[in-house]
């Protein structure tokens, strides 16, 4: 009988198996690797270049704008309505002041006051005297007339405007998900590139490097739609007669509507001319609040000394309130006459103090401070200019993504998140082939 031990050479060998492999598990690491660049990659795509890789419809940039649209109609709205509230209840102060207070007129006097005894039982008396009837008809045979105090309201009306309310609260639902979502997925991808840079690279990933996942737009947004579902319900509730609480509701509304506007910014920066002013302005925040709080303290110290020595002698520095309001207007080029006018000439000592005072102040504040703060953001912008000219990447991050050389319509995108281990398996599979092919040649 033959020996076939030769069918069993392979098996036999002391050589390791082909998963195994160094050269393997590095082209396996490779994959894995360029996985993950593609990944980050698209994170930070536009919806127009997402549209291109993967083919998804920019639902987030497509809800938006209805949310911009309809949240616009509902301030609006909400802003007549309550500003006619506000008419309503100032004419019926005013009426019932005229009503109840006797010889009342309008704008002349900023208090209503009596001073003697006989006085207060005059106008108490001239209060309980008066007769108010409610009635329901009109007799014009007898110049008599009935009020009905009962109003109808427009059960319709209503209906519609809290069913706009809720269709409002749905679309701000579905864009906090969707928003939420996507910091989520951010954050993943935060911790999948800290662990390659620290497992792979063996350094930390510096903290302005992991802040690039945390989308500040989409926080924002969380944001302006949580303020809007707020709000939106406490309108329902007041047209509901259930609270009555109109400045509350109006904030929430009020900075709900700020927030969403602010963030279309995000999608005007995917221009490349409004785009710097955007990087301007996030790369020179942290310089700028650094400088702020060194300008503060100088701001602060400004206060209190003018409200403790001035205080007693100008009328624009009797409160701390008055006295931080004053020196903003004088940082600004406002009011600065009259602050220097109506110090009372009282005390030759404090006068000559108030001078050096306000002079220093508007000196230290207007020609030094501010040109600085200014020239903060002058260098940022031309730092920012520079960058974009060259093209040379600034961050670690930046230097990891520009490997990556796939284009958004290039197909590679197109794949779904869970598949990307089977586009490694094939990648590797045609690498170890092609490997394979050459030692073949090379032994030949």
Not at 210 to 216: A, P
Not at 283 to 303: D, E, H, M, Q, W
């Amino acid at each position: 009988m033959e020996d076939r031990s030769d069918l069993y050479d392979v098996y036999t060998t002391n050589a390791p198996p082909p998963w195994e492999d160094p050269q393997h598990q590095c082209l396996e690491d490779q994959d894995n690797v360029e996985c993950l660049r593609r990944k980050i990659k698209y994170y930070f795509m536009n919806p127009c270049e997402k549209y291109h890789a993967r083919g998804r419809k920019p639902w987030k940039l497509i809800l938006q704008i209805i949310k911009i649209a309809i949240i616009t109609i509902q301030l609006v709205s909400f802003g007549l309505s309550n500003q006619m509230v506000v008419t309503f209840k100032e004419e019926n102060l005013m009426t019932f002041k005229h009503l109840f207070l006797k010889d009342y007129a309008d704008g002349g006097m900023d208090s209503y006051a009596v001073y003697r005894q006989a006085d207060v039982y005059d106008h108490i008396y001239y209060i309980i005297k008066q007769d108010f009837y409610r009635n329901g008809t009109i007799f014009p045979g007898n110049d008599t007339f009935e009020i009905d105090a009962h109003v109808e309201t427009a059960a319709r009306n209503i209906y519609l405007t809290v069913l706009f309310d809720c269709l409002i609260i749905i679309t701000c639902i579905a864009s906090l998900a969707l928003c939420t979502r996507s910091v989520i997925n951010g954050i993943q991808l935060q911790f999948a590139y800290t662990l390659y840079s620290q497992n792979r690279c063996g350094q930390k990933v510096p903290w302005s490097d992991r802040l690039e996942f945390v989308n500040g737009w989409y926080i924002l947004i969380i944001a302006s739609d949580t303020l809007t579902i707020v709000g939106s319900i406490l309108k329902i509730e007041i047209q509901s007669k259930v609270l009555t609480n109109y400045d509350l509701c109006s904030i929430f509304l009020g900075i709900g509507t700020m927030f969403v506007w602010t963030g279309l910014i995000r999608y005007m920066g995917y221009f490349r001319k409004y785009n710097i002013l955007i990087l301007t302005l996030r790369a020179a925040f942290p310089n700028v609040i650094r400088f702020i709080c060194c300008a503060g303290i100088i701001y602060l110290s400004y206060c209190f000394c003018g409200w403790v020595v001035l205080g007693p002698y100008h009328e624009k520095f009797r409160t701390l309130n008055t006295v931080s309001e004053c020196l903003f207007s004088l940082i600004n080029g406002d009011d600065m006459y009259p602050t220097f006018k109506n110090m009372k000439q009282k005390s030759s000592l404090v006068w000559v103090f108030s001078r050096v005072y306000l002079y220093s102040f508007v000196s230290l504040f207007i020609y030094m401070i501010l040109s600085l703060f200014i020239t903060i953001i002058t260098d940022t912008y031309d730092t920012i200019k520079q960058q974009q000219l060259s093209g040379i990447p600034t961050s670690e991050l930046q230097r990891f993504m520009s490997v990556c050389k796939d284009l958004p319509n290039s197909g590679m995108y197109r794949l779904e998140e869970n598949s990307c281990f089977l586009n490694c398996c094939v990648t590797r599979c045609r690498k170890h082939q092609e490997t394979h092919q050459e030692r073949l040649t090379s032994e030949a």
